[in-house]
Every structure is written in C-alpha cells, then in structure tokens.
C-alpha cells in the first residue's frame, strides 16, 4: 500500500486488540453504534442485497446482514489482521463461501471493486486523512443505501482525536485519525445523489443512513 496513513493501520490494528474485539462481538454482539446501523439498514429491507463494508474491522455489519437474508458482502480493509478474523468467523457461522474479502486502501482498491446496493463505512472516516476521494469512491459504488459511522463534530471529539494523535505519535506509528466537519461529508453524500433517512447520536459518534 502507498498509502501512509494505511501503512499505519495495518501495524495499529493487530494482535491482541484485533482478537479482543472479535471476542467482545461473540459475546456480546455489535456495539452499539453498529448495531443502530444494521438495524436502520434492515428496515429498508436487505433480503437477496449485496453489500460492501469498507473498513470493517471484525466484519460485524457483514455477519448481521448475512445472517438477515442479504445475498453477498464484500469487505475490504487495510489491516490484514481484521481479514483474517473475518474469514474464521464466517467459517464458523456458516457464509464464508458469500463472503470475500480485499486487502488494501480502499481508494486504491476501488476501481476493481463491483458496485453493492448497500455500502458501509463503520468508525472509517474518522480513520483517513482524505475523506474528499473516501466519501466520493465509496458513495460511487452504492446503488441504494449508504450507511456510516463517524465522530460528531464537536471540541470533546477534536480534543480526543487530538490527545489519540500525540500517542500515535509517540510510539511512532503514522497512523492517525480525524475529526472531519459534519456538514461537509453531508453535503458531499448528498450532492452524489442521496438523502437521509436516518440519523442518531451518541456523545461522540454519530450513525447516518443515506438512500439513492
């Protein structure tokens, strides 16, 4: 990957926080954020869809929607460990064979990827540093929904991203993350032709579901 940012991912996300989240989601489901996602998607129906989850980490959102009737998902993710969980806790429900799975910056990616009706980007833009060609790639390749989960623009979340940053930095991993202004992401995703359906928040994060 030429992409600094995921170069970072891929050594960030690993090992034991990686295996930590998988057990949380078998013991307890999606988190919260993720579970209003999939819930929102469902309602709009997902019986024989294909999806595309951008970003996935442990591939909850693709499990949920499988599990729901959808027809395939496709996740691609720039750190190889997340892949690898994926694929084991497919195996072990039971779609792994309507399951594939791309290594990689999705920018980079995207031009090789097949258009899904549903699109989803779970706690990833706040994770890219150029959410302009990460917002405009991902919404290209939604034929219906589109769905996201990303920080509230507020001073709780710069400052927090801000104190992450000095960490990340610390230790010397290029990877970093972001707080991008609500209203431009909004108004991009619009301008590529959707409209809100849906809309929560919690103190940090907010869940948005867009359809064509």
């Not at 431009?184 to 301008?191: C, E």
């Amino acid at each position: 990957m030429g992409c600094r940012q995921c170069e970072g991912a891929e050594s960030f996300f690993s090992g034991f926080w990686v295996k930590r989240e998988l057990r949380s989601y078998q013991r307890s489901g999606p988190r919260k954020t993720t579970r209003w996602l999939i819930d929102a998607i469902k309602a709009r129906g997902v019986e024989g869809a294909t999806l595309l989850d951008i970003g996935g980490g442990v591939g909850a959102i693709q499990h949920e929607l499988l599990e729901s009737g959808a027809g395939r998902a496709t996740g691609a993710d720039a750190a190889s460990a997340y892949l690898e969980l994926v694929e084991q806790e497919a195996e072990r429900r039971g779609h792994r064979d309507r399951m594939t799975q791309r290594h990689g910056d999705f920018v980079e990616l995207a031009d090789d990827l097949a258009p899904a009706d549903i699109v989803t980007l779970d706690r990833v833009i706040c994770c890219y540093h150029d959410f302009e060609s990460l917002v405009d790639r991902s919404t290209a390749k939604a034929r219906r929904l589109y769905g996201l989960v990303y920080p509230r623009y507020t001073w709780l979340t710069r400052a927090g991203n801000r104190f992450l940053n000095v960490f990340l930095w610390l230790i010397r991993n290029p990877f970093r993350v972001f707080t991008h202004p609500t209203h431009a992401v909004d108004a991009m995703i619009r301008d590529s032709g959707f409209q809100r359906i849906y809309h929560a928040n919690t103190l940090t994060w907010q869940v948005v579901l867009y359809e064509r």
